[in-house]
């Protein structure tokens, strides 16, 4: 079995040449999203417009942020629930 790469926290979102580059902290690429501004392209090779790939690289990048977010959230939420099952079990 293969050990599983690590992607860590944080990621950016650049502009390079017709597209947006998602790096992690390493500075490697985890994702490119591609646009066009001629509309007659868009339609054809279906791409995204500027602003609509440049939407989708921001929410790439927030995606560990996010992860972490939910994974304390989780963790909160288990230690309330502990507590209050500790609780019951004295009354």
Known sequence: MTESRRFPAPWTAAEIEKAFR??????F??????FTDDPERRSSTGRMSKDEARRVAIRIAAMPAMQLALQEA???RDAALALAASWKTCT
């Open 22 to 27: 998602i790096e992690d902290a390493t500075g």
């Open 74 to 76: 989780n963790d909160e």
């Open 29 to 34: 690429a985890v994702a490119h999203v591609y």
